[in-house]
């Protein structure tokens, strides 16, 4: 460096080089007005076809905020979990996880058509996703939030990763937390994103187990009236499909109703009921239970946070012009 350039100025060329050095690649590619110039009208056309879907079926905003979560972790949010199955490509769509998502698979290929139609090759799958999960979380009296946007999308499936790295019903809290680490979350942030759970259903054979008593986990956390209730709704065999609420009192609201459940032992899951089970967690749960606002807040930040994992961004990638193959 020259010696005669001002030490003020040798400073700052020094700290902007470690800033370009230590700053993930995403920071600088991600970006709420990606699209303000190659398609204004992007945002505003995901948001008419997701109130459609969810003014048709109140519960796809459940499945639509889902969706982002299962995309995102398996390597990455790269709309992956949309690719049909190719003759070199085996679909996540058929990961025990992902096999209640083929009407909401329909409603992002939905967004895709009317995108293609406005500004062909411009709008990856993955920030459809992203975008869709904010305007179902919106349309439900959930919160909304800034999408960051730019992702790439992929041209391979990871069906392997899906059945391994995205939670099981029947997870222990350890487990949940070592999952959510791994993506770069922490255990606070894996309650916040859990409270989608005030929305949705989940099938017989998810939980089952633990309603007639047959997991160790957390089998004397249950309330007797609830377990009794459950059981009659899902029998000791067979009706795997039949399905119970999340939530038990507005399951279709986005609220903190799920967190009060979780308080008196009335968690339909596993992996619902050993957030408040004796574990280090216990305490986001009561707060939460306490302040919805706080639990919004702290939700719709997590949604962004979890939106740059793995992120493929700038000539990585592609931009699929069909959601559910690659081109």
């Known amino acids: 460096m020259s010696s005669t350039m001002p030490k003020a100025v040798a400073a700052l060329l020094l700290t902007t080089f470690m800033l370009l050095l230590t700053t993930p690649p995403a920071a600088f590619c991600l970006s709420t007005d990606f699209y303000a110039q190659t398609c204004p009208r992007a945002l505003t056309a995901v948001r008419a076809v997701v109130r459609g879907a969810v003014t048709k079926d109140r519960r796809m905003a459940a499945s639509l905020i889902r969706l982002q979560f299962h995309d995102c972790f398996v390597r990455g949010c790269d709309a992956s979990v949309l690719l049909d199955n190719t003759t070199t490509t085996v679909s996540e769509k058929g990961a025990v996880p992902n096999r209640?998502?083929?009407?909401t698979f329909r409603v992002i290929e939905d967004a895709k058509s009317t995108l293609e139609r406005i500004c062909p090759g411009v709008v990856s799958c993955a920030d459809i996703i992203a975008v869709a999960a904010r305007d179902a979380s919106a349309s439900v009296e959930g919160p909304s939030w800034d999408v960051e946007l730019g992702r790439r999308d992929s041209d391979a499936a990871f069906a392997s990763l899906a059945a391994s790295d995205i939670p099981?019903?029947?997870d222990d809290l350890n487990t949940l937390i070592a999952l959510f680490r791994k993506k770069g979350l922490n255990s606070?942030?894996?309650?916040?994103?859990?409270?989608?759970?005030?929305?949705?259903?989940?099938?017989c054979l998810a939980f089952r187990d633990r309603v007639y008593g047959n997991v160790t986990v957390v089998k004397d956390v249950i309330d007797p009236d609830f377990a009794r209730k459950k059981r009659r709704m899902c029998p000791a065999s067979g009706g795997d499909r039949l399905v119970q609420p999340l939530d038990p009192v507005t399951p279709t609201s986005f609220d903190n109703n799920y967190f009060k459940a979780l308080m008196i032992r009335k968690g339909l899951l596993v992996t619902d009921q050993v957030l408040f089970s004796g574990g280090e967690t216990?305490?986001?749960?009561?707060?939460?239970s306490k302040d919805e606002g706080k639990f919004k807040n702290e939700f719709?930040?997590?949604?962004?946070k979890m939106g740059s994992i793995e992120v493929m961004t700038g000539?990585?990638?592609?931009i699929r012009r069909t959601c559910s193959k690659a081109n």
């Open 315 to 318: 000539s990585d990638g592609q």
């Open 300 to 304: 719709a930040a997590a949604m962004v």
């Open 188 to 203: 606070r942030e894996m309650v916040a994103l859990s409270g989608a759970h005030t929305l949705g259903t989940a099938q």
């Open 282 to 288: 216990d305490g986001v749960v009561d707060e939460y």
């Open 100 to 103: 209640r998502f083929t009407k």
């Open 168 to 170: 099981t019903p029947k």
